[in-house]
Antibody, heavy 118, light 110 residues
């Protein structure tokens, strides 16, 4: 059974940093691209960042480019999102999602809440 | 980045049929964008319904179907049920590892 478990969310001041983790199990982690998708309170889903199975290829939404860094440790089956220079508008539930065939997101974690506030 | 637009809200009667759409600001939606659809209820993670335009995810009832209609991706629910009341999101794959979600449609069944 595929499982994705996010952690690392919390309250951080504007301008601060936070690192999210997503522990994966139930599949060959290194064979699949992964993404982070966020959802601000009461708002829709927003794709934030993704990377290839090897971790070599990374991509970002314009809204986070230059501030967020996605990475993975395939030896630990874990995905990361390093978030720097956080803004109030980064407040959201952050989901990790597995990239499936045909460019879908076939499995999702339950999310971790990040609140940026003074 | 391109903007993906969905109807903000829609209403359907129990047993009725509804079609939600997903449009692209820069032009027509085609199968090359691998449109996929996700259902989300409050407090829950999204659930995959449809991928690659019209392929149902495992366990998804056949009352859900996907297509391309008039240059938009479309999700049709035939014989709507009360527990179909949810938020529905489409997402388009723009290539080069980039996805763009639509704003979502809040579906009411009443």
């Amino acid at each position: 059974e595929v499982q994705l478990l996010e952690s690392g969310g919390g309250l951080v001041q504007p301008g601060g940093s936070l690192r999210l983790s997503c522990a994966a199990s139930g599949f060959t982690f290194s064979s699949y691209g992964m993404s982070w998708v966020r959802q601000a309170p009461g708002k829709g889903l927003e794709w934030v960042s993704g990377l290839s199975g090897s971790g070599i290829s990374t991509d970002y939404a314009d809204s986070v480019k230059g501030r967020f860094t996605i990475s993975r440790d395939n030896s630990k089956n874990t995905l990361y999102l390093q978030m720097n220079s956080l803004r109030a508008e980064d407040t959201a539930v952050y989901y990790c999602a597995k990239r499936g065939g045909a460019n879908q997101f076939d499995y999702w974690g339950q999310g971790t809440l990040v609140t940026v506030s003074s | 980045q391109s903007v993906v637009t969905q109807e903000p809200s829609f209403s359907v009667s129990p047993g009725g049929t509804v079609t939600l759409t997903c449009a692209l600001s820069s032009g027509s939606v085609s199968t090359s964008y691998y449109p996929s659809w996700y259902q989300q209820t409050p407090g829950q993670a999204p659930r995959t319904l449809i991928y690659s335009t019209n392929t149902r995810s495992s366990g998804v009832p056949d009352r859900f179907s996907g297509s391309i209609l008039e240059n938009k991706a479309a999700l049709t629910i035939t014989g709507a049920q009360a527990d179909d009341e949810s938020d529905y999101y489409c997402v388009l794959y723009m290539g080069s590892g980039i996805w763009v979600f639509g704003g979502g449609t809040k579906l009411t069944v009443l």
